[in-house]
């Protein structure tokens, strides 16, 4: 690619102007996950993490109950394929085979779908009849014992299939309806605040080190004393962890309260937050 596309992207991307994004791609040495961050680091941008202009289209569709719910992603090239009759057939029925097979997609593509073909060769069929590439990206199959699973789909294109869709796992013996409406809300929560994991403990290390290194950074250039920059690279470092984790993020419908706070509220003496998934389309 050349270097005036990838300025172009890095535009797309990071909303920073022509001449920060030409200096960034010739720094980068033309990687543009690199020029984000150098932008970033700069202060130029509030790029996000991913490129979301560079995304895949398609869908993910949900399927099963409450004991055991999964969901699989379909991706295609443009928003119109998502939307064809053909396509979001093939996608609903995958998908109920998806729960059958927990998301085991090596058994998933090899199954056999109505028409007695696998979905493999489905898969192949489609793109000739369709003319995109289409992949099966993620799956996810929850089922714990002792839970109740609720869902949440946003930007529904039909039915089960949407754009963004949430599985959450409440561990709990009480099954009224003040807890599934709260699994309802806490879904509704996790789509509109992507934490990256249920407490902070349980983060990817990799991001955690990746953040780290940018508050760094950031803090290399500031002229700090070290010992100051240090508290402020500490604190940086635990309100990353504190947003980005389920029980301490602040609750969208009330946010002077926490998730955790939340849960304790509803004085249910066994209730805890067992799993959840997140998943969007383009992320």
Not at 104 to 117: A, F, V
Not at 243 to 249: A, I, V
């Amino acid at each position: 690619m050349s270097d005036i596309e990838n300025v172009k992207k890095l535009r797309e991307a990071t909303g920073a102007g022509f001449k920060d994004c030409n200096l960034a791609i010739k720094e980068s040495g033309g990687d543009i996950d690199k020029a984000i961050e150098i932008l970033r680091v700069k202060g130029i941008s509030k790029a996000s993490k991913k490129m979301s202009r560079d995304a895949k289209e398609g869908v993910v569709a949900v399927s099963g109950n409450e004991i055991k719910t999964s969901v699989i992603e379909v991706n295609c090239e443009t928003d119109f394929v998502a939307k064809n009759e053909d396509f979001t057939n093939f996608v609903k029925e995958l998908s109920e085979l998806n729960n059958e097979k927990n998301s085991n997609l090596d058994d998933l593509k090899s199954s056999k779908m109505k028409n007695g073909e696998t979905v493999e060769d489905n898969v192949v069929s489609l793109i000739a009849k369709i003319g995109e590439k289409i992949t099966i990206g993620k799956a996810k199959t929850i089922a714990n014992t002792g839970t109740v699973n609720n869902h949440y789909l946003h930007t529904v294109v039909k039915d089960n299939i949407s754009k963004l869709a949430v599985i959450v796992s409440l561990e709990t013996k009480d099954n009224s309806d003040v807890v599934k409406n709260f699994g309802k809300q806490l879904s509704m929560h996790i789509a509109a605040s992507n934490p990256l994991a249920l407490t902070s403990d349980l983060i990817d290390q990799s991001v955690v080190d990746k953040e780290q290194e940018l508050v760094t950074e950031e803090l290399k250039n500031s002229g700090k004393p070290d010992d100051i920059a240090k508290k402020i690279s500490l604190g940086k470092m635990n309100k990353f962890k504190e947003e980005n984790s389920l029980l301490t993020q602040a609750w969208v419908m009330e946010p002077k309260k926490k998730v955790q706070d939340i849960v304790k509220e509803l004085s249910i003496a066994d209730l805890k937050i067992k799993e959840f998934y997140r998943i969007k389309i383009g992320e």
